[in-house]
């Protein structure tokens, strides 16, 4: 039911959070225009049909570009009475799909509904198998990709045209890394900066454990209680959070970790609604001393042309920092790498952590 009621606030709320108004580079225009790709709803996921046309368009001009032969004749029949059922047999899509999935682009027995959203994880393993990219890391080397995908990923099409675009014409793989850069490429938030992203305010040296909670507030609609955790971790309430104290909060609450440390990962994650651990230097005044600076962790949630929106846990307000707090003039951070957190669920907890929650109750229960 919590589900359900989360799913319709979000739904009615979306208006006034979303930024929607996605617009092509003169690159991807031209691109798109050429190939008579969709340019509506750019700020949306390619479905699997709509990658299938976009690709067997743009791919025949690349297969010239790069002289690359295909041997027709290893071609094999499709199952189509476990696998591709869904798919009309008389369509001009099941004949496109058919010479994909010929030279592997797609897996044989995979599952294709054509009405799923094609993803970051996706994308490159098609390019990987069509040899368009042999890795994610060498097109990374190119700044047309992440340097890390997920199948969480959300791949908007005005992203999806510009690496096409960078893809068929070398002069536009070019270094973006200053904020200025993605901004002016038109990378848009999800959230606006107005959002009420969750926050509470911290106490004593909590910043890491409240800014974990609120983000998996926000992503999971779940609260941890971190009092308990600290009691049952035997940390001292003055203790700093150590990566050993650390460590611990995170097997308790069951949460993996990724890390990251460029800007283009940073303005990506954003815009696919994925709020971010990072650190910058802060002011921290209390009764025993004045504008001790330390490193404060924060979740950051939104971005603007003027610096990154976070919601900060000791003031207990939402508020913009400049870019340069955290980003150095080549785009890498400053301080420490800004993490993604995500919650493994209760299906894949072993025995032993779901007795150890039964009997404590660190999280409130799943939605």
Not at 151 to 164: A, E, G, L, V
Request: some cysteine; glycine content about 2%; hydrophobic content about 35%.
């Amino acid at each position: 039911m919590r589900k359900f009621l989360l799913f319709i606030f979000l739904l009615i709320s979306s208006v006034s959070f979303v930024y929607s108004e996605y617009k092509l580079d003169n690159a991807s225009l031209e691109i798109a225009e050429k190939y008579n790709f969709s340019k509506i709803n750019l700020g949306e996921e390619p479905t699997r049909q709509e990658f299938i046309e976009t690709l067997y368009k743009w791919y025949k001009d690349y297969k010239v570009l790069k002289n690359i032969k295909i041997n027709y004749s290893k071609f094999k029949e499709l199952d189509n009475t476990r696998i591709f059922t869904d798919v009309d047999l008389d369509s001009d899509f099941w004949k496109k799909l058919s010479y994909f999935t010929g030279v592997w682009a797609f897996a044989k027995n995979e599952k294709f509904n054509p009405e799923d959203k094609i993803n970051y994880k996706t994308f490159f393993i098609v390019m990987k198998r069509l040899k368009i990219m042999y890795s994610v890391n060498w097109c990374k080397a190119l700044n047309i990709c992440e340097n890390s995908t997920d199948i969480n990923d959300k791949f908007m099409k005005w992203t999806y045209y510009r690496i096409i675009a960078k893809i068929l014409d070398r002069k536009l793989r070019k270094n973006y890394y200053k904020p200025q850069d993605f901004i002016d490429l038109w990378y848009k938030p999800f959230l606006k900066p107005s959002y009420r992203f969750p926050i509470l305010r911290q106490t004593l040296n909590w910043c890491y454990a409240f800014t974990v909670r609120n983000i998996l507030k926000y992503k999971y609609w779940i609260w941890v209680y971190i009092s308990k955790i600290e009691k049952y971790i035997e940390k001292p309430s003055s203790a700093l959070w150590n990566w050993y104290y650390k460590d611990k909060y995170d097997k308790i609450v069951h949460i993996k970790k990724k890390n990251y440390s460029d800007s283009e990962t940073f303005f990506t994650k954003l815009q696919q609604w994925e709020p971010l651990w990072i650190a910058y230097i802060f002011k921290y005044k209390n009764s025993k001393w004045e504008d001790k600076t330390v490193p404060h962790r924060v979740a950051a949630y939104s971005f603007d042309s003027k610096g990154i929106w976070i919601a900060e846990t000791v003031s207990n307000t939402r508020k913009r920092i400049p870019y340069n707090e955290v980003f150095n003039d080549y785009g890498s951070v400053k301080i420490a790498s800004f993490n993604q957190y995500d919650y493994i669920k209760k299906s894949n907890w072993i025995k032993e952590k779901i007795d150890l929650e039964k009997e404590k109750n660190f999280i409130t229960k799943e939605f």
